[in-house]
């Protein structure tokens, strides 16, 4: 199936670092989003991005929508300890969004050490 | 609102047993998702419904099946457990409009099947 390659896998910073991940595809995508995942929880939006080129920041967060669509990145500046969890990238392909369905990546595993 | 949430949090299931998880969500969405996560894999789309009354597969659909009854309900069912089932459950919801393909999480599904 469809794939995106989400990297690092696992990241592990000191406080007040920052952090730069991000996802690529061979497909094109209308959507990118970002979605952290806490402990024992579900996955819970961060960043919406719908137009190519598009930078989006929530916060410390900072997103990118690439310009082939087919990548997007996402930093976060001057970490701190909540700032651990589960970073996952997620994308509609073109022509999906009449079932909504989402391509997640892997998962980035960020854990900040105070 | 409650937003989506599921049942049961956690279940140990024996090899050969069956149950049913149940997500239920109040925001009126359209879009229902069920999803497992495993390590490394991040999360994998098992069936959906772009309606009531209407499911379709997703990447992963086998020894699972679902049902949309009510708009507001998605059950998940595993007839006859094996311990690759063993993961973590979330179910996601979302509307159905252009710019609003954000998906919303349940708290997820702990299944252990021995």
């Known amino acids: 199936g469809q794939q995106l390659n989400q990297s690092p896998q696992s990241m592990f910073i000191q406080e007040g670092e920052d952090v730069s991940m991000n996802c690529t595809s061979s497909s094109i995508f209308n959507t990118w989003l970002w979605y952290k995942q806490d402990p024992g929880e579900g996955p819970v939006l961060l960043i919406a991005?719908?137009?190519?080129?598009e930078l989006t920041s929530n916060g410390r967060l900072t997103a990118q929508f690439g310009i082939t669509r087919k990548d997007s990145f996402l930093n976060i500046s001057a970490s701190i300890p909540s700032d651990v969890g589960i970073y996952f990238c997620a994308g509609q392909l073109r022509g999906s969004s009449n079932t909504g369905k989402l391509i997640f990546g892997q998962g980035t595993t960020l854990q900040v050490k105070p | 609102n409650a937003g989506v949430t599921q049942t049961p949090k956690f279940r140990v299931l024996k090899t050969g047993q069956s149950m049913t998880l149940l997500c239920a969500q109040d925001m009126n969405h359209e879009y229902m998702y069920w999803y497992r996560q495993d390590p490394g894999m991040g999360l994998r789309l098992i069936h959906y419904s772009v309606g009531e009354g209407t499911t379709a597969k997703g990447e992963v659909p086998d020894g699972y099946n679902v049902s949309r009854l009510k708009k507001q309900n998605f059950l998940l069912g595993l007839e006859s457990a094996a311990p690759s089932q063993t993961s973590v459950y979330f179910c996601?919801?979302?509307?159905?409009?252009?710019?609003?393909?954000?998906?919303?999480f349940g708290p997820g599904t702990r299944l252990l099947v021995l």
């Open positions: 991005l719908y137009k190519a080129g």
């Open positions: 996601a919801s979302s509307y159905y409009s252009p710019r609003e393909e954000t998906q919303y």
